[in-house]
């Protein structure tokens, strides 16, 4: 049975930085591909970075883009997502995800085979 634990959420400054873990079990990770979703306070959850089975292809939000890095350590059956120059608009709640492919990123949709029951980050100003 997949199944997707985070940790590595916590407080940080605006500037600061934090990375997030996702420890994958239950299934060969080979067939997967995994991602990042996260949800702030009074918002829908969204989307924010993305990789494919390979790890070839990683996909980023705009806001995201250039400050996160996601990435994936198979031996390790770990997901990464390391997150620099936080700002205090990337306080949320970030779920880990995983799915056969990346059709759900591509197509702006919640539709993924697994969540993790998330992790807390919260950036002060």
């Known amino acids: 049975q997949l199944q997707l634990e985070e940790s590595g959420g916590g407080l940080a400054r605006s500037g600061g930085s934090l990375t997030l873990s996702c420890v994958v079990s239950?299934?060969?990770?080979?067939?997967?591909?995994f991602g990042w979703f996260r949800q702030a306070p009074g918002k829908a959850r969204e989307g924010c970075s993305a990789i494919s089975r390979s790890g070839g292809i990683t996909q980023y939000i705009g806001s995201v883009k250039g400050r996160f890095t996601i990435s994936r350590d198979d031996a390790r059956r770990t997901i990464y997502l390391q997150m620099t120059d936080l700002k205090p608009d990337d306080t949320a709640t970030y779920y880990c995800?995983?799915?056969?492919?990346?059709?759900?990123?591509?197509?702006?949709?919640?539709?993924?085979?697994?969540w993790g029951q998330g992790t807390l980050v919260t950036v002060s100003s």
């Open positions: 995800v995983a799915a056969r492919d990346l059709t759900w990123w591509y197509s702006g949709t919640y539709d993924v085979e697994a």
């Open positions: 239950g299934v060969n990770l080979d067939y997967y591909a």
